[in-house]
């Protein structure tokens, strides 16, 4: 069946499966769904549509994508406190990418370990200082494959994160680390096309191993 308009769950433990579609309105702050409080809510197969942002989350509620989509023109996943978003499966952004794939502004934690993640400016945003891990899937961005924005870490050590301009880009003082798996910028560009941009000097950058494809 298709929900309409905004669905919240307060302190809820739900698996949303295969034949849901839970869709919003396009309006300003439209979100389809939002998980607050300490809600566990798993993803398995159900569709999620906006017309702004797809899932928001607050608390220390934890979000699980295992299969299934998440559209929308602004921000597929937005982690907005304490919490936790992982990435088994399924696909954030697909055919209808975002402006960002997932934005983790607080100091919660995104795990991709499957599926695919994808932004027309930047697949993964991480803005304060949480922490974001690739072990495994995709990560792409039309710009920045993922832009660690402040003094959050960001981890890979397996999967892809892929960016026309950069695969990773370090703004802040925060901390990558790359043990494995393929970080790149694709554009030829003059000045872009790179796989990690220390873009400032406060930051700490650990290769500590790396796999053809990662320049």
Do not use: W
């Not at 989350?57 to 921000?75: K, N, Y």
């Not at 978003?85 to 399924?90: H, P, R």
């Not at 997932?102 to 922490?131: F, P, R, W």
């Not at 030829?188 to 700490?204: D, K, L, P, V, Y």
Request: aromatic share 2%; proline share 1%; hydrophobic share 30%.
């Amino acid at each position: 069946g298709t929900t309409r308009g905004v669905t919240t769950l307060n302190d809820a433990k739900l698996t949303i499966d295969t034949g849901v579609t839970i869709k919003a309105s396009d309006n300003s702050d439209s979100r389809a769904l939002q998980v607050q409080g300490s809600s566990d809510v798993t993803i398995n197969g159900a569709t999620i549509e906006s017309g702004v942002y797809g899932i928001v989350a607050f608390g220390s509620s934890t979000v699980t994508i295992s299969s299934g989509t998440v559209t929308a023109p602004t921000i597929g996943i937005q982690n907005s406190s304490t919490g936790t978003v992982t990435i088994a499966g399924g696909s954030i952004g697909n055919t209808n990418s975002p402006d960002f794939g997932i934005l983790n502004n607080q100091t919660g934690t995104v795990t991709i370990s499957g599926g695919e993640v994808n932004g027309s400016s930047c697949g993964i945003s991480n803005t304060s200082t949480g922490k974001v891990t690739v072990s495994s899937g995709s990560v792409t961005g039309g710009s920045n494959g993922i832009a660690n924005e402040s003094s959050g870490t960001v981890e890979v050590a397996g999967g892809i994160v892929t960016g026309k301009s950069k695969g990773i880009v370090a703004m802040g003082n925060g901390t990558v680390k790359v043990s494995s798996g393929e970080v790149k910028g694709t554009s030829t560009e003059a000045g872009e096309g790179i796989a990690i941009h220390n873009q400032t000097s406060g930051n700490t950058i650990d290769i500590d191993g790396v796999s053809a494809g990662l320049v």
